[in-house]
Nanobody, 122 residues
Framework: QVQLVESGGGTVQPGGSLRLSCVMS????????????MAWYRQAPGEQRYSVARITGTDRTNYVDSVKGRFTISRDNAKNTVYLQMNSLKPEDTAVYYC????????????WGQGTQVTVSS
């Protein structure tokens, strides 16, 4: 059974940094993981969940405008892991961050992590 487990959330002051990690288990490392597009979504209280950053198996990336230049998504296919480096954090970045995996072969095959809380506050 495929599972996504996030870590790295917490509370940080404005201007600070956090690095989120998401490990996929239940699949073979390396080749199979590389067939998934990985993404980070976030959801603040009372708001809809939306994609913050995405990375394909060939390392093509895209970001929502509000995080461009501050957040960096990356992946290590040998470790079945995707990362989100978040710098220059702002209070409006406060949300639950979710890891998402979507098969590049069949988009109906997708998985969600349980979420990790990120709070930016002084």
């Amino acid at each position: 059974q495929v599972q996504l487990v996030e870590s790295g959330g917490g509370t940080v002051q404005p201007g600070g940094s956090l690095r989120l990690s998401c490990v996929m288990s239940g699949v073979e490392s390396g080749t199979i993981f590389s067939l998934f597009t990985m993404a980070w979504y976030r959801q603040a209280p009372g708001e809809q969940r939306y994609s913050v950053a995405r990375i394909t198996g060939t390392d093509r990336t895209n970001y929502v405008d509000s995080v461009k230049g501050r957040f960096t998504i990356s992946r290590d296919n040998a470790k079945n892991t995707v990362y989100l480096q978040m710098n220059s954090l702002k209070p409006e970045d406060t949300a639950v961050y979710y890891c998402y995996a979507e098969s590049q072969i069949n988009s109906r095959t997708n998985y969600w992590g349980q979420g990790t809380q990120v709070t930016v506050s002084s």
